[in-house]
């Protein structure tokens, strides 16, 4: 139980499901673990009030029936002395609780106080106290509490409460700390202090109720050990012997060799009592860590019924495969719409995430095709869909995201046609990276914190090109770090040593590694200042150019898609709502959303225009509108856009469009609008005025 | 290696802690320890025994800054005064006998708890979500069973009941103490129960740890990339999810490590294993506080040093704090 609450620690990192109300973690007991905790804890509390009232037999009082086994008079046997077991336990359930929740609360009150005062003043207090904690920490607890137990001869159960919670509040303590020091950074903390509240009134009011559960697992987690402890102490014969705990129980049966009589009955109760107990408060404490931690949570939660359905769509498909054998590739042309043959080809896909009470369609039926040496632009919010999109492409969903529908038909270098989502797990394994790479957003995250750039690169050669030598594998490193305008003398170095840029042009030097057809670019520039953007997006290109990959680049950034992609696909609330040639559908948004977007963007070029957001945010995706879903923020919408989803229309224009498609319902019918709506922003501050 | 120069100094101020804490208890309990132990030994002591017993629990007429000063001199001269429980054998004597017999038990106890739990937790931490989660309740319960309880148990089943094992003891007494293999080979054997005990009885806390580092890091960007890139599963899981998933084992060793030490030391009594726990619970048993003070020093520099040995693991693991 010492090591699970280690988790605690990193809770601090899963922010991304923060809790909307404060008695949010009520919901964990919900789990039938968390509450089979509680139920077995429950239990033992009120046998600890009631215990002394209900026992049958005072526990000291000796009888002739001696060494007794279960009997309907004894139902746990008697002692060498006649004592009723079963008595003796009743008694020891209340001292054993008693000091196991009193140990709990002065060493938890302890390290409340220490954890937050050392992490909310930090400096010098902050480096004594920590000092000071990591000091009781590294000490052993036994030995110390058997020596402090000791000079207390024979005291009570107070002695021991106190001597137990010297040595058991440093871990609350520490886990506070980094606690504190992570919500004291947060911003209602920096706003509650800069308006000029008192420091206690903010650790009282804005830090202390943020970490309740984390205080209660630290709380339950000492009671465990707590309750082990004073077992411990009173087994060797440190506490009043006279006084029956469980500890007591078993200290009598050991100097009374009842093991050497096989009286059985006589310990077995005590320690499975202390199993019992123990167990329960662990699984209520699982609970907590799992509301704390969203990432363990999200474990349990619609796994099975997931991989479940996964499995089901896998089998049903059909598998259009003939043995592939990787061929030379044809040497690349450069990307022209009317020539160039589709590579990937998305067929109403569908990804789903299963929730606790909901699924939340995050990919509603999406079609693209990518041509070979394309550069597709998928535009959007987040929360559109994109990323959830991109992951789709490369199978790389876990539970509780599903696919739920549709195909990915690639096109292999022979020219037969396979459906990603109908390969097993060695063709998948074969397809990734060889035909198709991604590179993620943060290279930060992305890269294995443990292994030097060079080994991560040497990893997918070793795993695709079994035949290769090392030496041929360490050339092709370098070559590839060359490549991406990495000094080769860096192939040693780990990612933390190089700078952000660096790392995201080490990330797409993995994703080169073995040539493949299509690159996912799942914002890869997003996290990099606008200097080191502009040189990786330069790279890309120039390196789009000479390899001729082709590559679905995903960013909320339209301005730098519209310069950088052949075709955009602009999402809103998991659905594509426009896909056009970039340059045509810079001039000529079709989609009021596309219009809203291009609007709050300002241009270096081109006309003078006022800046306009679009008003009103996202809809929720569990609960999607009946029509379209942008209907609500739209300015053009009437009756209908509220009944009917529009479907991806293909729209007429001028004979150089190519595949200019919006899924509106201006656009029925003839594929043109009535009226070319403005582009210049008036309308929707119009709009918005309007609202 | 800056890390492991600060790591130095933080155990050598926490040796200092321990020590000077084990100075002050006597001197700040209640009660006073030495004239306890003069009185129960009433004329059996040597006047030099009982100014040696003042020196080290106090109420000697020098001054608390004189008599700290002293107490640091008998340290470091291996004095650590007369055992009463085995009197009159040093103290220092008594705990060279046993020190071995608990460090090469614990050390081979902890090393396999660890790698068993946590090589299970990270098979079952991969297979999140799949029937092996049934596991953790029951693994939880293990590790919520108190060490010596366990002892008892399986005492009652292995020796007393099939008489596989040995009562109790450290080595069968015809063999004769040395590097001898009789000697060896009986050591073994007598180690067999009591080192099932603490693995079993540890591997649930690691397991269970383990695995809710290894969800954790299943879900980071490096491991869904190191998929994206088609390695092998097994390289997926160890080299990329483990690999990273163990490192927060190994800075809450210390915490692990004590929880593991204090049920090995009850654990031994059960057995009247020869080594340190046995002698603190007779020394506990007849207050005999020198003794005490000797064991609580000698397993808190063990186990300082367990940790920095768990540190400079750390290090060559993590190149993150391997910088300047």
Same mark, same amino acid.
């Given at each position: 139980?010492?090591?699970?609450?280690?988790?605690?620690?990193?809770?601090?990192?899963?922010?991304?499901?923060?809790?909307?109300?404060?008695?949010?973690?009520?919901?964990?007991?919900?789990?039938?673990?968390?509450?089979?905790?509680?139920?077995?804890?429950?239990?033992?509390?009120?046998?600890?009030?009631?215990?002394?009232?209900?026992?049958?037999?005072?526990?000291?009082?000796?009888?002739?029936?001696?060494?007794?086994?279960?009997?309907?008079?004894?139902?746990?046997?008697?002692?060498?002395?006649?004592?009723?077991?079963?008595?003796?336990?009743?008694?020891?359930?209340?001292?054993?609780?008693?000091?196991?929740?009193?140990?709990?609360?002065?060493?938890?009150?302890?390290?409340?106080?220490?954890?937050?005062?050392?992490?909310?003043?930090?400096?010098?207090?902050?480096?004594?106290?920590?000092?000071?904690?990591?000091?009781?920490?590294?000490?052993?607890?036994?030995?110390?509490?058997?020596?402090?137990?000791?000079?207390?001869?024979?005291?009570?159960?107070?002695?021991?409460?106190?001597?137990?919670?010297?040595?058991?509040?440093?871990?609350?303590?520490?886990?506070?700390?980094?606690?504190?020091?992570?919500?004291?950074?947060?911003?209602?903390?920096?706003?509650?202090?800069?308006?000029?509240?008192?420091?206690?009134?903010?650790?009282?009011?804005?830090?202390?109720?943020?970490?309740?559960?984390?205080?209660?697992?630290?709380?339950?987690?000492?009671?465990?050990?707590?309750?082990?402890?004073?077992?411990?102490?009173?087994?060797?014969?440190?506490?009043?012997?006279?006084?029956?705990?469980?500890?007591?129980?078993?200290?009598?049966?050991?100097?009374?060799?009842? +093991?050497?009589?096989?009286?059985?009955?006589?310990?077995?109760?005590?320690?499975?009592?202390?199993?019992?107990?123990?167990?329960?408060?662990?699984?209520?404490?699982?609970?907590?860590?799992?509301?704390?931690?969203?990432?363990?949570?999200?474990? $349990?939660?619609?796994?099975?019924?997931?991989?479940?359905?996964?499995?089901?769509?896998?089998?049903?498909?059909?598998?259009?495969?003939?043995?592939?054998?990787?061929?030379?590739?044809?040497?690349?042309?450069?990307?022209?719409?009317?020539?160039?043959?589709?590579?990937?080809?998305?067929?109403?896909?569908?990804?789903?995430?299963?929730?606790?009470?909901?699924?939340?369609?995050?990919?509603?039926?999406?079609?693209?095709?990518?041509?070979?040496? @394309?550069?597709?632009?998928?535009?959007?919010?987040?929360?559109?869909?994109?990323?959830?999109?991109?992951?789709?492409?490369?199978?790389?969903?876990?539970?509780?995201?599903?696919?739920?529908?549709?195909?990915?038909?690639?096109?292999?270098?022979?020219?037969?046609?396979?459906?990603?989502?109908? +390969?097993? %797990?060695?063709?998948?394994?074969?397809?990734?990276?060889?035909?198709?790479?991604?590179?993620?957003?943060?290279?930060?995250?992305?890269?294995?914190?443990?292994?030097?750039?060079?080994?991560?690169?040497?990893?997918?050669?070793?795993?695709?090109?079994?035949?290769?030598?090392?030496?041929?594998?360490?050339?092709?490193?370098?070559?590839?770090?060359?490549?991406?305008?990495?000094?080769?003398?860096?192939?040693?170095?780990?990612?933390?040593?190089?700078? $952000?840029? +660096?790392?995201?042009?080490?990330?797409?030097?993995?994703?080169?590694?073995? %040539?493949?057809?299509?690159?996912? +670019?799942? @914002?890869?520039?997003?996290?990099?200042?606008?200097?080191?953007?502009?040189?990786?997006?330069?790279?890309?290109?120039?390196?789009?150019?000479?390899?001729?990959?082709?590559?679905?680049?995903?960013?909320?950034?339209?301005?730098?898609?519209? @310069?950088?992609?052949?075709?955009?696909?602009?999402?809103?609330?998991?659905?594509?709502?426009?896909?056009?040639?970039?340059?045509?559908?810079?001039?000529?948004?079709?989609?009021?959303?596309?219009?809203?977007?291009?609007?709050?963007?300002?241009?270096?070029?081109?006309?003078?225009?006022?800046?306009?957001?679009?008003?009103?945010?996202?809809?929720?995706?569990?609960?999607?509108?009946?029509?379209?879903?942008?209907?609500?923020?739209?300015?053009?919408?009437?009756?209908?856009?509220?009944?009917?989803?529009?479907?991806?229309?293909?729209?007429?224009?001028?004979?150089?469009?190519?595949?200019?498609?919006?899924?509106?319902?201006?656009?029925?019918?003839?594929?043109?609008?009535?009226?070319?709506?403005?582009?210049?922003?008036?309308?929707?501050?119009?709009?918005? %005025?309007?609202? | 290696?800056?890390?492991?120069?600060?790591?130095?100094?933080?155990?050598?101020?926490?040796?200092?802690?321990?020590?000077?804490?084990?100075?002050?208890?006597?001197?700040?309990?209640?009660?006073?320890?030495?004239?306890?132990?003069?009185?129960?030994?009433?004329?059996?002591?040597?006047?030099?025994?009982?100014?040696?017993?003042?020196?080290?629990?106090?109420?000697?007429?020098?001054?608390?800054?004189?008599?700290?000063?002293?107490?640091?001199?008998?340290?470091?001269?291996?004095?650590?005064?007369?055992?009463?429980?085995?009197?009159?054998?040093?103290?220092?004597?008594?705990?060279?006998?046993?020190?071995?017999?608990?460090?090469?038990?614990?050390?081979?106890?902890?090393?396999?708890?660890?790698?068993?739990?946590?090589?299970?937790?990270?098979?079952?931490?991969?297979?999140?979500?799949?029937?092996?989660?049934?596991?953790?309740?029951?693994?939880?319960?293990?590790?919520?069973?108190?060490?010596?309880?366990?002892?008892?148990?399986?005492?009652?089943?292995?020796?007393?009941?099939?008489?596989?094992?040995?009562?109790?003891?450290?080595?069968?007494?015809?063999?004769?103490?040395?590097?001898?293999?009789?000697?060896?080979?009986?050591?073994?054997?007598?180690?067999?129960?009591?080192?099932?005990?603490?693995?079993?009885?540890?591997?649930?806390?690691?397991?269970?740890?383990?695995?809710?580092?290894?969800?954790?890091?299943?879900?980071?960007?490096?491991?869904?990339?190191?998929?994206?890139?088609?390695?092998?599963?097994?390289?997926?899981?160890?080299?990329?999810?483990?690999?990273?998933?163990?490192?927060?084992?190994?800075?809450?060793?210390?915490?692990?490590?004590?929880?593991?030490?204090?049920?090995?030391?009850?654990?031994?009594?059960?057995?009247?294993?020869?080594?340190?726990?046995?002698?603190?619970?007779?020394?506990?048993?007849?207050?005999?506080?020198?003794?005490?003070?000797?064991?609580?020093?000698?397993?808190?520099?063990?186990?300082?040093?367990?940790?920095?040995?768990?540190?400079?693991?750390?290090?060559?693991?993590?190149?993150?704090?391997?910088?300047?």
């Amino acid at each position: 139980m010492a090591i699970a609450t280690a988790t605690v620690a990193d809770a601090e990192s899963g922010e991304t499901d923060t809790p909307t109300s404060r008695f949010a973690w009520l919901r964990a007991f919900r789990r039938p673990w968390t509450l089979a905790g509680v139920v077995i804890v429950a239990v033992f509390c009120v046998l600890a009030i009631i215990g002394p009232w209900i026992a049958p037999y005072d526990p000291s009082a000796v009888s002739k029936q001696t060494l007794a086994p279960p009997s309907p008079e004894h139902w746990l046997g008697t002692t060498q002395t006649g004592q009723d077991v079963l008595s003796q336990m009743l008694y020891g359930t209340q001292i054993s609780l008693l000091v196991g929740v009193g140990a709990a609360i002065v060493a938890t009150v302890l390290s409340v106080i220490v954890g937050l005062a050392a992490g909310y003043l930090g400096g010098l207090s902050d480096e004594l106290l920590s000092l000071l904690a990591n000091v009781f920490l590294v000490i052993p607890a036994l030995p110390l509490t058997v020596i402090l137990a000791s000079y207390l001869p024979k005291s009570g159960s107070l002695g021991i409460i106190l001597v137990i919670s010297i040595t058991g509040w440093a871990w609350g303590a520490r886990v506070l700390r980094a606690q504190t020091l992570s919500l004291r950074k947060r911003d209602f903390v920096e706003a509650a202090r800069a308006t000029g509240e008192r420091t206690s009134s903010i650790i009282f009011r804005d830090i202390f109720p943020n970490q309740i559960a984390v205080i209660a697992a630290s709380f339950l987690g000492t009671v465990t050990g707590a309750i082990l402890t004073q077992a411990s102490l009173a087994f060797l014969g440190l506490t009043n012997v006279t006084e029956w705990s469980w500890g007591t129980i078993l200290y009598w049966a050991l100097v009374s060799s009842a +093991m050497l009589t096989g009286a059985w009955w006589w310990f077995v109760p005590a320690g499975l009592a202390i199993a019992l107990l123990g167990t329960g408060l662990s699984l209520v404490n699982f609970g907590i860590d799992e509301f704390i931690n969203p990432r363990l949570r999200q474990a $349990g939660i619609g796994t099975r019924k997931a991989q479940k359905a996964q499995a089901r769509a896998q089998r049903a498909k059909i598998v259009r495969r003939p043995a592939r054998g990787r061929g030379e590739r044809a040497a690349h042309r450069p990307f022209d719409p009317a020539t160039s043959d589709v590579i990937l080809r998305v067929e109403n896909l569908h990804v789903d995430y299963i929730g606790e009470s909901s699924v939340t369609p995050a990919v509603n039926d999406v079609s693209l095709a990518l041509r070979r040496g @394309e550069v597709l632009g998928i535009a959007g919010e987040s929360g559109s869909g994109k990323s959830t999109l991109a992951y789709a492409i490369t199978r790389l969903h876990k539970p509780p995201a599903q696919i739920t529908s549709g195909r990915m038909l690639y096109t292999n270098p022979d020219g037969s046609v396979t459906d990603i989502l109908a +390969m097993g %797990d060695s063709d998948l394994r074969d397809f990734r990276w060889e035909e198709l790479s991604i590179v993620f957003q943060s290279a930060m995250h992305a890269l294995n914190p443990v292994l030097t750039v060079g080994a991560q690169i040497d990893d997918v050669l070793r795993a695709h090109r079994p035949g290769m030598s090392q030496a041929a594998r360490a050339a092709r490193v370098v070559e590839l770090l060359g490549l991406v305008g990495i000094q080769t003398d860096r192939v040693n170095a780990y990612p933390h040593e190089l700078s $952000g840029g +660096m790392r995201q042009r080490a990330m797409i030097a993995v994703g080169l590694a073995l %040539d493949p057809e299509i690159i996912v +670019m799942d @914002e890869p520039t997003t996290a990099l200042d606008v200097v080191i953007q502009r040189q990786i997006i330069e790279k890309i290109i120039e390196l789009k150019d000479r390899l001729g990959f082709a590559v679905v680049f995903i960013t909320h950034d339209l301005s730098l898609l519209i @310069e950088l992609s052949d075709t955009i696909a602009v999402m809103y609330a998991g659905r594509v709502v426009e896909l056009a040639d970039a340059s045509e559908f810079y001039r000529n948004p079709r989609h009021p959303y596309s219009q809203g977007l291009l609007a709050s963007f300002p241009t270096l070029s081109g006309p003078k225009r006022e800046l306009a957001g679009i008003p009103g945010s996202p809809p929720d995706l569990r609960r999607l509108p009946a029509g379209c879903a942008f209907a609500e923020r739209c300015p053009l919408a009437f009756d209908r856009c509220h009944e009917v989803v529009p479907e991806l229309l293909k729209l007429s224009g001028p004979a150089e469009w190519r595949q200019a498609e919006a899924a509106c319902l201006l656009y029925e019918g003839d594929g043109t609008a009535p009226d070319r709506p403005a582009q210049d922003g008036r309308d929707a501050v119009e709009m918005e %005025d309007a609202r | 290696m800056r890390v492991l120069l600060r790591r130095a100094v933080f155990y050598l101020i926490t040796a200092w802690a321990a020590i000077s804490l084990n100075f002050l208890l006597p001197r700040i309990m209640p009660g006073s320890p030495a004239d306890a132990l003069i009185a129960k030994f009433h004329g059996k002591l040597s006047p030099q025994a009982i100014e040696a017993l003042r020196v080290l629990f106090g109420q000697s007429d020098a001054s608390l800054w004189q008599q700290y000063l002293d107490y640091w001199k008998n340290l470091f001269s291996g004095n650590f005064g007369i055992s009463y429980a085995y009197y009159p054998t040093p103290v220092a004597d008594v705990l060279a006998s046993s020190i071995g017999w608990t460090l090469v038990l614990i050390t081979v106890c902890t090393v396999l708890g660890f790698v068993i739990g946590t090589g299970l937790g990270m098979i079952v931490g991969w297979k999140r979500g799949s029937w092996l989660d049934g596991l953790i309740p029951v693994t939880t319960l293990l590790s919520s069973i108190p060490y010596f309880w366990f002892a008892i148990c399986v005492v009652l089943i292995f020796s007393i009941v099939l008489h596989w094992f040995p009562l109790s003891g450290g080595y069968s007494v015809t063999e004769t103490i040395g590097w001898n293999i009789g000697f060896i080979g009986s050591a073994t054997y007598y180690a067999i129960l009591p080192a099932l005990t603490i693995v079993v009885a540890s591997i649930g806390g690691w397991l269970i740890g383990m695995r809710n580092m290894m969800v954790t890091t299943l879900s980071e960007d490096y491991v869904r990339l190191a998929e994206a890139k088609g390695l092998s599963k097994r390289r997926v899981m160890v080299t990329y999810a483990a690999r990273n998933a163990i490192l927060p084992s190994f800075s809450s060793f210390a915490m692990s490590l004590g929880f593991v030490v204090g049920g090995s030391i009850v654990t031994e009594v059960v057995f009247n294993y020869p080594g340190i726990g046995t002698v603190l619970f007779k020394a506990a048993q007849a207050q005999d506080y020198p003794l005490m003070q000797g064991i609580f020093l000698v397993i808190t520099i063990t186990v300082l040093i367990a940790n920095m040995l768990a540190d400079l693991m750390y290090v060559f693991l993590d190149p993150r704090t391997r910088e300047s």
